[in-house]
């Protein structure tokens, strides 16, 4: 089973800053199946970026995705209010799924 | 299309917790539907999938307990995961596979229920 490993764990940051959330796998996969999702509270999570760096159908282009190997990362730029979230990466091999504990992005 | 999960949301230790998920807004061919829980304690956790067809596959670690069915002509699919501990306590998800005809990411997801295992 490949292990996720999301940092940092939280960061705060003001509207207009930029944030770099990483996902480490404990294995190197050569697919591209690496996907990210927001999770507002008391929501469900949302799929933003899919295929490493791909955006999802509505999502803006402040979010981005790229890496490769066993380092990905999401970068939001000019944070927003609406931003405030948990963010968890998931990877797909081999017909098994797996996601990261998360980190959460606090706006202040 | 929108997802909306039902079911009890207090299980018995050891009985069998079963939800539905109703979908509308769109038809479940073509597509992967799976369940997710979510804890405190293990964060995001992928239950298993079936296809549109009935072709199922489940996560290793739960394999042994779960069964996951669809409806096609009633647009429902359910989940069946016995001999539930408290370990299971969890808000419980239904999620469309996001790409038709594979198997990858996830969405839309539905809202969400909370089961809670306890006597």
């Known amino acids: 089973e490949i292990v996720l490993t999301q940092s940092p764990g939280s960061l705060s940051l003001s509207p207009g800053e930029r944030a770099t959330l990483s996902c480490r796998a404990s294995?190197?996969?050569?697919?591209?199946?690496l996907a990210w999702y927001q999770q507002r509270p008391g929501q469900a999570p949302r799929l933003l970026i899919y295929g490493v760096s791909n955006r999802a159908s509505g999502i803006p282009d402040r979010f981005s995705g790229s890496g490769s190997g066993t380092d990905f990362t999401l970068t939001i730029n000019r944070l927003e209010p609406e931003d405030s979230a948990v963010y968890f990466c998931?990877?797909?091999?081999?017909?098994?799924?797996?996601f990261g504990r998360g980190t959460k992005v606090e706006i202040k | 299309v929108l997802l909306r999960e039902s079911g009890p949301a207090l299980v018995q230790p050891s009985e069998t917790l079963s939800l539905t998920c109703t979908i509308s807004?769109?038809?479940?061919?073509?597509?992967?539907w799976s369940w997710i829980r979510q804890s405190p304690e293990k964060g995001l956790e992928w239950i298993g999938y079936?296809?549109?067809?009935?072709?199922?596959y489940y996560n290793p670690s739960l394999k042994s307990r779960v069964s996951i069915s669809v409806d096609t002509p009633n647009n429902q699919f359910s989940l069946r995961l016995t001999s539930v501990t408290s370990a299971d306590t969890a808000v419980y998800y239904c999620?469309?596979?996001?790409?038709?005809?594979?198997?990858?990411?996830?969405?839309?997801w539905g809202l969400g229920t909370v089961v809670t295992v306890s006597s």
């Open positions: 807004g769109g038809s479940m061919t073509g597509h992967y």
């Open positions: 079936s296809f549109y067809t009935g072709s199922t």
């Open positions: 294995q190197t996969f050569t697919s591209n199946y």
């Open positions: 999620v469309r596979g996001a790409t038709a005809w594979s198997f990858d990411w996830f969405g839309p």
């Open positions: 998931q990877q797909y091999v081999m017909s098994h799924v797996t």
